[in-house]
């Protein structure tokens, strides 16, 4: 539940940075590069969580 709260804190700030910029005419450009931060900090938290849980499963089927 924590890692899902902080990936949704990150998400819901970088969400609130987006609309501020296209609120206020920010430019293209950096609003699309914005929505890539977003996307790509998404991505990476995804991974980052994942990897434990698949390394485990994959390197411990013997102990089991």
């Not at 609120?23 to 994942?50: A, F, H, R, W």
């Amino acid at each position: 539940r924590r890692v899902l709260f902080r990936s949704l804190t990150k998400i819901m700030t970088g969400t609130n940075e987006l609309m501020d910029m296209v609120l206020t005419g920010e430019s293209p450009q950096n609003i699309s590069d914005k929505i890539k931060e977003i996307l790509y900090t998404k991505t990476s938290d995804n991974i980052n969580d994942l990897t434990p849980i698949i390394a485990n499963s994959m390197f411990n089927q013997g102990e089991e």
